[in-house]
């Protein structure tokens, strides 16, 4: 496990993704912007930006030993030549939520919404890399950051879709949903 | 429970608590300083500091709802007028420590270590805040902070002596012990 690492990621008129779309899905959205740069470490941004989010990667908070195994020996990195699709997920769950004890947040998670199993069915097609940015005093809690080939848009919708039908989504109180191609 | 609150300890010339001793219980310790000061939030910093060291407070990791119950009902808050000692004790654990998984984890900090179950014994006696500086790409990844009264010194030392004899403190790799008296 690689020490946390501080990621940006700016909306504007540079970087390797353009952005296709915004849709805000729950409450406010983000404005609009031509391309996406993701910003790892100390990386020094170019250019001006239209929004920037600030998030970090960090330990596992719910997954536990057997389904973290199952996902290290399914799951796929970052960066895949053929991955040249990639969505931005930025949420923030209601104060409900964070005022929830470890195990209610768990039970809420997995053993109702099924979050980490719905996930392991999409590897290792669709990458994914979550940051956190609660304690960031970020506007959201989280930010997490997928790629996949074209040929995996319509599992990935399907992905989101029942992720979004479940009870842990009633404590969603704000997502946005950004869609990207890769054009460098 | 509040948003995440940004805290940073300045060790200087400044601040309420004049710093009585700096201990490294394990690794390298801080560098000597006078005085301390607790700022919160947007607060500026007044005068210099020989060092500064950040966290955030946040969601609990690892206590259950029962738990949680048990500590709200006993535990009492910062600022008492008669609690004119305060301890402050960054915390950085092992890389192994944070590859584990969270059940792993819990099982360590708990089940084996009753990490919390202690804690518990010494309240209301001992106030504690818990900031987090992990993915803040802080030195330490908590700071805990903790106010008695003179008279419960010896009770913060013998808890301080249960938690470190406990299997979790095999994951600590750098611990500093930073003690306080109120004079302003």
Redesign the interface.
């Known amino acids: 496990?690689p020490?946390?690492l501080?990621v940006q990621f700016r909306g504007g008129e540079s970087g390797p993704w353009r952005i296709e779309r915004i849709l805000p899905v729950i409450g406010e959205s983000l404005p609009p912007a031509a391309r996406l740069a993701m910003l790892e470490g100390a990386a020094t941004p170019a250019g001006a930006a239209r929004w920037t989010l600030r998030a970090?990667?960090?330990?596992?908070?719910?997954?536990?030993?057997r389904?973290?195994d199952s996902l290290v020996a399914r799951q796929a990195g970052l960066s895949r030549p053929e991955a040249r699709r990639a969505a931005l997920i930025p949420i923030r769950k209601s104060?409900a939520w964070?005022?929830?004890?470890?195990?209610?947040r768990?039970a809420i998670l997995e053993e109702q919404s099924r979050h980490i199993a719905i996930g392991m069915e999409y590897l290792p097609a669709i990458a994914r890399r979550l940051h956190?940015g609660?304690?960031?005093?970020e506007p959201f809690d989280f930010l997490t950051w997928f790629e996949f080939a074209p040929e995996h848009e319509a599992a990935f919708e399907e992905m989101l879709l029942r992720l979004r039908a479940s009870a842990e989504w009633g404590f969603v109180e704000r997502e946005v949903d950004v869609r990207l191609i890769r054009e460098g």
């Not at 005022?99 to 209610?104: C, K, R």
């Open positions: 496990m020490p946390p501080m970090s990667t960090g330990n596992m908070r719910y997954t536990e030993r389904e973290a104060e964070w005022a929830l004890a470890q195990d209610e768990r956190h609660r304690e960031l005093g």
